[in-house]
């Protein structure tokens, strides 16, 4: 029986068991894009805490593609080394080093909530249309050459990805960011190729999903993050989400991670509880043959096992959890009788009495990257 303690194999690579930490800006990069020790010490911390999977906040395909300054990026090969330590620790620890590319598009240009200053840092946004985000600037509407640009950028970003050896990349199509922007009929009113009907919005994510996929290895398994619904009228729909991930299911993408909203919050208008966007992972599995990953508010053990088990996703991605509980895999597997199934280091025996050890490949000798 598939639960959540199971392994999971995406083309050549293998997850210890069906968690994974999903990817959480920390707005910590230096100006350069750069992971810096933040990164490591937050990172490395999840890993040792038994998840099979941890994926890096979304990390900008160029400069002008990030949320804020603090933004990580790999728009450029200096960048590979930092990211090359942050990947390895990962993996050293035990878990799949995943990483999430993307673009802002009109949601850039900003700085962290918890900053003082200018809200706007000061670069030009772009997107599908000139159209607003609530509380945000106007970008401007991306010529033709620009958006036949994306998916060269994208590519370029997940080489770099390989290069630094994450074993997994996930394409950001969510949230409100560029790609989303051109599935959404409320950001993207082009009346060009890359607009218009469902083929012209989702033209754009789709050309980036076959330029990611013929510039990484076959082994190398991709995800693409969704919003299945804008939870808003005349939005982007769950129906709309299916047909998309069959397409892209068909182009080379090996998992969903399903997730919903972030258009225009004003627009919104939904209830939130626990579980609540698992039946859109539900309906992408079902409708569009493809593995998905489950997130938001996935909070309980039982709960992430049920989803797992039910056949409702192929595994849980948590956020806030993990922030709270870095250790919420070693506490999973004890609740569900599972004690011996997440593995934390030796060294860590003596706080969990022994019932859980190992997750790090201690027999291989190799040093941790220095911090």
Request: aromatic share 6%; with cysteine.
């Amino acid at each position: 029986m598939t639960d959540l303690f199971s392994p999971l194999t995406l083309r050549g690579v293998t997850l210890a068991n069906r968690i994974g930490v999903s990817p959480m800006c920390m707005y910590c990069a230096g100006d350069d894009g750069k992971p810096t020790d933040w990164h490591l010490a937050h990172l490395l911390q999840r890993a040792v805490g038994g998840a099979g999977m941890v994926m890096v906040e979304a990390t900008a395909v160029t400069d002008e593609g990030r949320i804020t300054p603090g933004d990580l990026g790999l728009w450029e090969d200096g960048q590979v080394a930092p990211h090359a330590r942050l990947a390895a620790a990962i993996a050293h620890a035990g878990a799949v080093p995943a990483i999430q590319i993307g673009h802002a598009g009109r949601k850039g240009s900003r700085l962290p909530a918890w900053f003082d200053g200018p809200a706007d840092p000061g670069w030009e946004t772009r997107s599908a249309s000139d159209i607003a985000m609530s509380g945000f600037a106007a970008p401007r509407a991306m010529a033709a050459d620009e958006v036949e640009a994306i998916p060269g950028l994208f590519a370029a970003c997940a080489r770099r990805a390989v290069a630094a050896g994450y074993a997994l990349v996930e394409l950001h199509a969510a949230h409100g960011y560029l790609l989303h922007q051109f599935l959404s009929p409320l950001s993207n009113r082009r009346n060009d190729r890359w607009g218009g009907d469902f083929e012209g919005r989702a033209r754009l994510p789709l050309e980036v999903v076959r330029a990611v996929r013929a510039a990484v290895p076959d082994a190398m398994p991709l995800s693409l993050r969704v919003s299945h619904t804008d939870w808003a009228e005349g939005g982007w729909t769950t129906e709309e989400t299916v047909e998309l991930s069959r397409r892209a299911a068909a182009a080379g993408i090996d998992i969903v991670d399903v997730s919903s909203g972030g258009i225009d919050p004003k627009l919104q208008k939904i209830t939130l509880a626990p579980g609540y966007q698992v039946p859109g992972a539900e309906a992408v599995k079902r409708g569009a043959g493809v593995a998905v990953a489950a997130v938001g508010l996935i909070t309980e053990p039982d709960q992430a096992d049920a989803i797992v088990a039910g056949g409702r996703a192929d595994m849980v991605l948590l956020a806030r959890a993990v922030l709270r509980d870095p250790y919420w895999p070693v506490r999973a597997a004890a609740a569900l009788g599972r004690a011996d199934a997440v593995r934390t280091p030796p060294q860590y025996d003596r706080g969990w009495g022994g019932i859980a050890r190992m997750g790090m490949r201690v027999e291989t000798g190799a040093p941790m990257p220095a911090l």
